[in-house]
């Protein structure tokens, strides 16, 4: 038998279910939001295109999507904050109602930055939905309109979220066991992202 990805999980945080409940709730509040006002998703590469695909799906509003794909500037243990672009929008938001979608909200400095580059391109409205936010991590204040869930101070993996570009496709969400790791576990409240897409 081919060894199995869940092998190297060693505790589930999330499971499916809740994460499919909690996916529908946040779609319901953000639908009861912005009602029959079109809206569009703006998801960040990669981590959140599974998130994005679920999420899309449970919103009654008007809804487009477009990716932007985004890389830290720095070591792959600190989050500088300076952002660079990899991939931007295919289409203007000026006078539109945005919503980022995240994966995960760790410093906040990524998104701190990929808030105000957005704003200054005069949306009607921007907010932010975000299914993941580490608790007491933040080193920036983002205000964060909905948020999924909040988890401890952990490196996960799932649901989008990758290790080393593995473990994307877990269905839950979860904590890999010591030796997976090739070196130590990727240093949480930085930036894991290194030079590549999130
Ligand atoms: P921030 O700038 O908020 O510190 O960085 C957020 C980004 O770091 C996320 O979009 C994600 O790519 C990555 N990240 C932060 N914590 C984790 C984690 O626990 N697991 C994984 N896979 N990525 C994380």
Excluded: W
Aim: with cysteine; glycine share 8%.
């Amino acid at each position: 038998m081919t060894a199995s990805i869940h092998e190297d999980v060693e505790r589930v945080i999330l499971t499916e279910e809740r994460i499919r409940e909690r996916v529908a709730e946040l779609g319901a509040a953000i639908s009861a939001d912005y009602g029959d006002e079109p809206v569009l998703l703006i998801a960040v590469l990669r981590g959140a295109a599974l998130f994005v695909a679920d999420l899309a799906r449970t919103i009654s509003s008007p809804v487009e999507i477009d990716f932007m794909a985004v890389s830290s500037y720095g070591s792959s243990t600190k989050s500088s904050g300076v952002v660079r672009i990899l991939k931007d929008l295919d289409e203007g938001i000026e006078g539109r109602h945005v919503l980022v979608v995240e994966d995960i909200l760790d410093t906040g400095l990524t998104l701190k930055y990929l808030l105000k580059n957005l704003a200054s391109r005069k949306p009607r409205s921007l907010e932010v939905v975000t299914l993941l936010s580490k608790q007491g991590k933040q080193r920036v204040p983002i205000d964060c309109k909905y948020v999924g869930f909040d988890v401890p101070d952990e490196f996960v993996v799932g649901y989008g979220l990758d290790y080393d570009e593995r473990y994307r496709n877990l269905p839950y969400i979860g904590v890999l066991k010591p030796e997976v790791y090739t070196d130590q576990p990727p240093s949480v409240g930085t930036s894991a992202q290194g030079d590549g897409y999130s």
